[in-house]
């Protein structure tokens, strides 16, 4: 039974991995730089959605499209004003500026909100679905379909609107997608807008389950990495499935065997997936679940 | 410190078989016995800041000989610094071993580590590579931090205090990280003319080129990185006994190797004696501005490394040859044109 309580908790955490893993996924797929800062815009995310609910005490599922307008704002500005111009010289460059935009950012949230840890109490959070010996708090619930429904929602834009598919076909061929028109610089600007407001999203609904701090940033970006690694770069359905894996995984090896390693499952696996499987489990780029053609 | 001022060549086989000139060397003999007696006629103050000063350059050696010199950015490298560190707490604070016997120690364990886990990753290209490193450093932050009974775990390890008190002890740190620097430059210049450093830089401009040319590739980036995770591992020794404390978040910490990344890369990338020029300035920099802002230095890092990609993306010594020229044009520099 406390084992079913584990996956099952599990499963419900990689709900919201899976969201965080796919606005990295975007970034990375279309835009070509991996984003090191992204696990601190999660948390910058937490922060934003934390201060509406200590000010005005919007609920934070509420608050969500704010936050990730905020963050959507901030990618935008941030890929258009400067990373175009750095990733024209070498990609590596953006790698080492995205993880000194990451100090930057845990220095601001130190600055602004101190070291201390943060939650949000909601009324509602001691409230659970409790079937048998078996407790699913229900803001765990509503975190994992809040994940899936932004996932769901990315996925009609990327699909039914032009803008999305231009999103894509950048993803696919930059070229071909500049010869036809497409303005490039635009399209990197959204698809790193639309990842850090995924981001931002996680990191609100990260908010309601967990607690976090400026610098608890750094592990979500590495398990953004592996999970996209590990589903396949550009898939969404990949990107759910690895998530929901990582977030069993942890669990279990935290739950059994010894909680001090909940981090370092991430580490190993992706090592471990980097030496064997350097495409990734599920073979070559994905391109965003594209049919073939 | 004249020998920096004179513009780093790059290593181009022509210009480097050569050799330096006479003046060079006697530029080079001056500054170095400059640096030899100057522990006597500084403050306390300055020795500290010139020792973190040769660390770094020490260091951003290390990943010039990877990055620079071979095109593996060896991001998470700090890990041979965290290793070294812990190799020398452990030995001398737990088993009372003498400080120069884990320094050997130290270069050894990382030696065994690349020669490990070097095969396998090194296989990993660009992002890949980098990001692979990075999770080894994490990865082996956790279990240093979870091996509690030999490393003491998230509360750190205590060495024992170098002898002579803290006045003396900086000035033997001065000479023991000046020394490393000096020895980590020359590594580094000879690897440039030799046969090594001429097939690593054949790997980095083109693997697959260098492959069917009959290099073997593999064991040519293993050796590389065995000598930069060595260099590394030592500093991070000589380091941890200076401190006489260390915890992993200290000393995994990879704001380190993003610094000794962004020195080599503003002194010049793949070049003998730009990450001695990037380390100066970028110390030098961050101190002032440590002094300046307390609350901010961990932003004020950041922003320091976003500018220097920002503007610099070549170093700092192709920006200011292109000073005169054309406005912005060191953004331009390594844009692809769109047909080839």
């Not at chain 1, 796919?22 to 835009?31: D, K, L, M, P, R």
């Not at chain 1, 909100?113 to 699913?136: F, K, M, Q, V, W």
């Not at chain 1, 994992?144 to 999305?164: P, Q």
Request: charged share 10%; aromatic share 10%; hydrophobic share 55%.
């Amino acid at each position: 039974m406390l084992t079913l309580q584990i996956v099952l908790t599990g499963i419900l955490l990689g709900g919201l991995y899976a969201c965080l893993a796919i606005g990295f996924s975007i970034i990375w797929g279309v835009t070509n730089l991996i984003n090191l800062a992204h696990g601190s815009m999660a948390i910058l995310g937490a922060y934003v959605t934390w201060l509406i609910w200590s000010h005005t005490g919007l609920d934070p599922f509420l608050s969500i499209p704010l936050t990730a307008a905020a963050l959507f704002a901030f990618g935008y500005a941030l890929q258009w004003g400067v990373l175009n111009r750095i990733a024209r010289t070498s990609l590596f460059m953006t790698l080492i500026f995205t993880f000194g935009l990451d100090m930057v950012l845990i220095n601001v949230m130190l600055a602004l909100s101190s070291a201390d840890i943060r939650g949000i109490p909601l009324a509602y959070s001691s409230a659970a679905l409790t079937i048998g010996e078996i407790r699913l708090p229900y803001t765990r619930l509503a975190v994992f379909a809040m994940a899936l429904l932004l996932t769901y929602l990315l996925h009609l834009f990327m699909d039914h609107t032009r803008s999305g598919q231009a999103v894509r076909a950048t993803a696919q061929n930059p070229r071909a997608a500049a010869m036809l028109g497409i303005d490039s610089n635009h399209i990197n600007a959204m698809a790193f807008g639309i990842g850090a407001a995924l981001a931002g999203a996680a990191g609100a609904l990260l908010a309601v389950v967990y607690s976090f701090s400026p610098v608890t940033g750094a592990p979500l970006t590495m398990k953004a990495f592996v999970i996209v690694a590990l589903g396949g770069l550009g898939s969404m359905r990949g990107a759910i499935f690895a998530g929901i894996a990582l977030g069993v995984a942890e669990n279990l090896v935290s739950g059994l065997l010894a909680p001090g390693y909940r981090d370092a499952v991430s580490f190993v696996l992706l090592i471990l997936l980097l030496v064997l499987r350097p495409r990734g489990l599920f073979g070559d780029r994905y391109l965003f679940d594209a049919p073939a053609r | 410190m004249t020998a920096i001022s004179s513009t780093p060549r790059p290593a181009d086989l022509a210009a480097e078989d050569a050799g330096p000139s006479r003046l060079a060397l006697a530029a080079l003999a001056l500054a170095l016995l400059l640096l030899a007696v100057a522990p006597w006629y500084i403050g306390g103050y300055w020795i500290r800041i010139a020792a973190n000063i040769f660390m770094y350059a020490a260091l951003a050696q290390g990943m010039n000989l990877m990055a620079g010199y071979t095109g593996y950015p060896a991001f998470g490298n700090v890990v041979f610094f965290g290793l070294g560190g812990y190799t020398t707490a452990v030995l001398m604070g737990k088993f009372g071993v003498p400080f120069a016997a884990t320094l050997g120690a130290s270069v050894l364990l990382c030696v065994l580590v690349v020669l490990l886990i070097g095969p396998p990753l090194l296989r990993l290209k660009g992002h890949y590579f980098a990001i692979a490193t990075l999770g080894l450093n994490e990865a082996v932050r956790e279990i240093i931090s979870n091996a509690t009974r030999l490393t003491g775990g998230g509360m750190g390890i205590s060495l024992p205090l170098p002898p002579g008190g803290p006045a003396a002890s900086a000035i033997s740190f001065y000479y023991l990280f000046l020394g490393t620097a000096i020895a980590a430059t020359f590594i580094a210049w000879q690897f440039s003319r030799r046969r090594l450093g001429i097939g690593c830089q054949a790997i980095r401009d083109n693997e697959i080129k260098a492959e069917a040319c009959g290099l073997f590739t593999t064991r040519y980036k293993t050796t590389v990185w065995m000598l930069s995770a060595a260099i590394t591992g030592l500093v991070g020794s000589i380091n941890a006994y200076w401190m006489t404390y260390i915890d992993p978040s200290a000393v995994f910490d990879m704001a380190i190797a993003v610094k000794s990344f962004v020195i080599y890369l503003l002194g010049g990338a793949g070049t003998v004696l730009g990450p001695v020029g990037g380390a100066v300035f970028v110390e030098l920099l961050a101190t002032y501005t440590w002094s300046k802002l307390l609350n901010w230095h961990l932003g004020a890092m950041g922003l320091i490394i976003m500018l220097a990609i920002a503007l610099f993306p070549n170093g700092l010594p192709e920006a200011l040859q292109r000073l005169p020229g054309r406005k912005d044009v060191n953004l331009r520099l390594r844009r692809q044109p769109i047909t080839k």
